[in-house]
């Protein structure tokens, strides 16, 4: 039953001293913000969390508390669908005040801390959650709402931590029991399913999703899973022969582009964020809402000011360069980012720092094939690991190594595709964060 | 007219999670481009292999798909009856560990039998081995290449007598002991991705040779030659 988005009677006490010391650490937190702002280091939001967590190592679990919580995990998509569900239930409280959001991105302890120390009277928090952290926040935070988007290889030399990753979830949506969070998850995805074949309640969603290849195994036996339709086909569906694992019914769906509530109204999105993954997170952001009361055409009402959630699609300039810039962070992100390419020519940006995944033999699960008769300017610290591929790939192409000048000059806007290190300095470089 | 080369690659969705689908992709360009009738076939579980491939390909993967490749490949038959016949089997990472005598999964080292085609056993090692390497393959006709690729992989290898090690390392882990890789007969197995042929012509070459019987064309790609001499100064530079 959805639960009316009421003002609790009082945030959960903290007992003076705690209070205190929680109180010192934040100040702390704002003034090395503050500082990290001023030499021009980004928002601050993640010194801010550290900075609290060394004076207070318990301010994530006292700022977690006390708060009616809806987070928001999975592989690719977080940081959009977290907007999305945000302004869906900004649209469905009086004020919009009442909700907390870690906007920026920042989805460790520290970001999560940080956000929610600059609002201490808002009593609704929207979490984007990296994976790593769904456990604490299911254990400390007590989450109402969870939703799990989708669970693809991110990076390949993290790969093997994929599924003790999901086996961490459900040991504490296990533990957690009816105290635990209602999940809302993608139908979709056999390794999302199995995490979350512990909790209580569940919320499915059938997305309409173009890649399956990091599913080919049960999750919970390890039999080969049989798919029945197309991949990314309205009709597919997968199936374990080896145990009892299966696709479950949705009482949400995405088809062709549309959502389909429970009641069976099909809504067209009409999203300012482009692609159909997007459609994707809005059907689980509106199931999300739901869950906490926020009827769906109000939810949608709020997700259509969703523009470019923490630089996501923004247009940017670069001199004279008008360009888009569309993040993708592994190779399923690229497989739903390669078609929203319109422009000719095309910017890829590739780097393989920590946050981008070291190997980059991933290039060569993406079918840059497609692309072929484009122009791709390949660049970034890998552009020529991207070159070789796009060789092997027919695609015509040239190296400018240094972002900076792919994107000098252009006449027409470009689109550019970027992992996530040359991402975040192209939106920098454009003064968007 | 001859008929196309076949390049097979085996079970993609159950060892291809590390782009290592991309050394067929390369074989096939390699001979399309020296005008060399090729075709990939991608095998899936379930489907039988064709028994009429020049040359088979298996990639990394998880454990349990392991120990699922190696029942099914044991099941099919027709890879152990196409390298009777003298195909070439190219193994990476988890692949090469399955052709292996034995193998280990889990956590608690259960040990698995492998396809018993390359004299090696594999183990856990002390840590997970995971960067940049960088190896050293004496060729057949006794010149020196080097192999870049990414390694990353929790089992060590130990080649036994039938087999030799395939490279030396020079930067990285590779079986554990100073060597990389096996080869027996015509197979040969190695650790590193990248995928390891796309970052390696020679080896990519070598391959074919071997699967066709006869030389081929040098294939000079300049971009290439510029992506291995930075991933050499890489890897030499963070030694
Ligand atoms: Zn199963």
Known sequence: ?433 | MSAPVEIVLVYQSLLGIYGDRGNAAVLVKRLQWRGIEAALRIVEPGQEVPATGSVYLLGGGEDAAQVSAVSALKADGNLFRALDRGAVLFAVCAGYQICGRTFTIGERDEVIDGLGLLDVTTRRGPERAVGEILTRWARPDGSQSLITGFENHGGFTTVGPDAAPLATVEVGVGNGDGSEGAVQDNVIGTYPHGPVLARNPDLADHLLERALGHGLDPLPLPELDTLRAQRFAHVRGRR
């Open chain 1, 1 to 433: 039953m959805p639960a009316p988005l009421e003002r609790h009677a009082a945030p959960a006490g903290l007992r003076f001293a705690a209070r205190l010391r929680l109180r010192a650490a934040i100040l702390a937190g704002d003034a090395a913000a503050l500082g990290s702002r001023l030499a021009g280091k980004g928002s601050g939001a993640s010194i801010r969390g550290q900075v609290m967590t060394r004076i207070d190592p318990l301010a994530f679990r006292k700022l977690v508390k006390g708060r009616r919580i809806a987070a928001v995990s999975g592989t690719n998509g977080k940081t959009t669908s977290t907007h999305l569900l945000a302004a869906a239930v900004r649209a469905g409280v009086r004020d919009a005040d009442r909700v907390v959001t870690n906007a920026d991105g920042a989805n460790l302890h520290y970001g999560i801390a940080s956000a929610l120390a600059k609002a201490p009277a808002a009593d609704l928090a929207v979490l984007e959650t990296d994976e790593r952290v769904v456990k604490d926040l299911i254990t400390h935070g007590a989450p109402e709402v969870l939703v799990f988007l989708n669970f693809s290889r991110d990076q390949l030399d993290r790969h093997h931590e994929i599924k003790a990753l999901a086996q961490a979830w459900r040991e504490a949506l296990g533990d957690a029991g009816t105290s635990g969070p209602v999940i809302v998850a993608n139908a979709d995805d056999p390794l999302v399913v199995w995490a979350s074949g512990t909790a209580h309640e569940v919320v499915w969603v059938a997305a309409e999703t173009l890649w399956s290849a990091d599913s080919a195994l049960c999750p919970a036996c390890g039999t080969v899973l049989t798919r029945t339709g197309g991949a990314g086909a309205d009709a597919s569906h997968w199936d374990c022969p080896g145990c009892d694992l299966t696709e479950p019914e949705a009482p949400w769906r995405v088809v062709g582009g549309r959502i389909v509530d429970p009641a069976g109204t099909a809504w067209d999105p009409e999203l300012r964020v482009p692609g159909r993954f997007n459609v994707n997170n809005a059907a689980c952001a509106l199931a999300a809402a739901a869950v906490w009361g926020v009827p769906v055409e109000t939810a949608l009402r709020g997700m259509r000011t969703v523009e470019a959630p923490a630089g996501r699609f923004a247009t940017a300039t670069f001199g004279t360069t008008t360009a888009r810039l569309i993040l993708a962070k592994n190779p399923a992100g690229w497989a739903e980012a390669l078609p929203l390419l319109e422009t000719d020519p095309v910017v890829l940006a590739i780097d393989s720092v920590a946050a981008d995944g070291k190997d980059v033999s991933w290039l060569w699960d993406v079918e840059y094939e497609q692309l072929a008769g484009r122009r791709v300017i390949a660049t970034g610290p890998r552009a020529h690991d991207l070159a070789v591929r796009l060789t092997y790939a027919g695609v015509e192409h040239t190296v400018v190594p240094e972002p900076g000048e792919a994107l000098a000059g252009h006449t027409a806007p470009v689109d550019v595709i970027a992992t996530y290190t040359p991402f975040q300095k192209l939106l920098k470089m454009a003064g968007l964060r």
